[in-house]
C-alpha cells in the first residue's frame, strides 16, 4: 500500500508527506489499540480487570499487597483499587514504592477519592471543601494510577429538599471539573454510584446513570445483592442480581463510551438466604459479571480481607477444567 502512494504522488516532496501522513495515522493507531488492550475488558479477547478494593493503610503496606498479589495473580486478579486518602480525612497519603511494585507486576491501578463522606448535607458546598477534593483528583492522577475513580459523589441518602434538577446540575458540573484534571495528566475518570441507579431514572441523591456517562469513562455500581432490602428475590440471587443490573445498564450508556464493571459483594452481610458461603457467593456474582458486556468486576470488602474471593476463583478456574 505504501509503495503504491509512493508511485501515485506528483513529486518527491507530496511522496514524503503521503508515506509520513500513513505512518501517523497507523502509529495512532496502534497507540489506540493499545490503550484499549492495557485497560484491560476493552477489547474483544482481552481478560476482564478482576479488582479488589485495599483502604488507605492496607494500600500502604508493601508486605500485605505483595502478599494480596502473590494470593490473587495466579487467579486472574489484575486491578487493585486503593484508597489514596485515610479515612475521614482529605490528606493524599500513598506509598510510591507500593504503587511502583503494583506497575511492575503490571496491574491496573485505580486511586479512589471518596468526595463526601455519606453523601452531601449541606448546599452549597464550601469552596474550601471542593478545592480539597479537586486536589486529591489531582495528586492521584499525577501519582501512576491509571485511573482516578470518584466515590459519594452524591446528595445524602435520605431525600434533601433541594430540587433534583439543582442536585444533578451540581454532580455534572464538578464531574466535569474532575474530568478536565485527569485529562490533563492522561489518566481514565471513573466515579461509583448506589447499585439502584442502574434501575430508575430519577434518585434523590442526584445520581442519574447518563450524567455520569457524559463524563466518566468507567461507572461501577454497587450491585451488592444484601442491599437491596425487601427484596428478598435479589437477595438470595447474587448472580441474577449482578447480571439484571449490567442487563438494565449498559443500554442506557450504549454509544456514550463509558462503561459498567460492578462492584461485587465480598463481605457476610444477610448472604443466608442464597443457601451458600460466601466464597460460593462471590463466584456467582463474577460469574454474571464476567458472561455480561462490562469491563470486569471489582470485590468489595472494607477492611481488604479476600480469602473467600480467592476461594471462589479458584472453584470457577476447577470448574472450567
Not at 485497560?39 to 500485605?64: E, I, M, T, V
Not at 466535569?176 to 481514565?188: I, P, W
Not at 443466608?272 to 458486556?293: F, I, P
Amino acid at each position: 500500500m505504501v509503495k503504491s502512494m509512493i508511485h501515485s504522488g506528483p513529486s518527491r516532496r507530496y511522496r514524503t508527506l503521503a508515506v509520513l501522513a500513513l505512518a501517523a495515522m497507523l502509529a495512532a493507531s496502534f497507540n489506540a489499540q493499545g490503550r484499549e488492550n492495557s485497560a484491560g475488558g476493552g477489547a474483544a479477547g482481552a481478560a476482564p480487570l478482576r479488582g479488589l478494593y485495599l483502604p488507605n493503610k492496607k494500600g500502604r503496606d508493601l508486605d500485605f499487597v505483595k502478599d494480596l498479589v502473590a494470593r490473587g495473580k495466579p487467579l486472574g486478579v489484575n486491578m487493585l483499587v486503593i484508597d489514596v486518602h485515610p479515612y475521614g480525612r482529605r490528606q493524599f497519603v500513598i506509598n510510591p514504592i507500593v504503587i511502583d511494585y503494583l506497575k511492575s507486576e503490571n496491574f491496573y491501578l485505580a486511586g479512589r477519592v471518596v468526595c463526601f463522606q455519606d453523601g452531601i448535607d449541606r448546599y452549597p458546598v464550601p469552596d474550601a471543601e471542593l478545592s480539597l477534593i479537586r486536589s486529591l483528583v489531582e495528586e492521584a492522577s499525577k501519582a501512576g494510577f491509571r485511573e482516578v475513580q470518584l466515590d459519594y459523589i452524591r446528595f445524602k441518602d435520605g431525600g434533601y429538599p433541594y430540587p433534583l434538577a439543582k442536585k444533578y446540575a451540581f454532580i455534572e458540573e464538578l464531574l466535569k471539573d474532575f474530568r478536565s484534571v485527569t485529562d490533563r495528566q492522561g489518566v481514565k475518570l471513573s466515579a461509583d454510584i448506589f447499585g439502584r441507579i442502574v434501575f430508575n431514572r430519577d434518585d434523590y441523591v442526584g445520581q442519574k446513570l447518563e450524567v455520569f456517562a457524559k463524563h466518566v469513562e468507567i461507572i461501577y455500581p454497587m450491585l451488592y445483592p444484601s442491599h437491596f432490602t425487601g427484596d428478598y428475590n435479589r437477595m438470595a440471587k447474587p448472580g441474577e442480581t449482578v447480571r439484571e443490573g449490567l442487563a438494565k445498564g449498559n443500554p442506557r450508556i450504549a454509544g456514550t463510551g463509558a462503561v459498567l464493571q460492578p462492584y461485587i459483594q465480598a463481605f457476610p452481610y444477610y448472604i443466608g438466604r442464597s443457601g451458600t458461603d460466601l466464597a460460593g457467593y462471590v463466584a456467582l456474582q463474577v460469574k454474571a459479571a464476567e458472561e455480561s458486556k462490562s469491563r470486569g468486576w471489582v470485590a468489595w470488602n472494607a477492611a481488604g480481607r479476600y480469602g473467600p474471593v480467592f476461594e471462589a476463583l479458584r472453584r470457577i478456574q476447577d470448574g472450567n477444567r
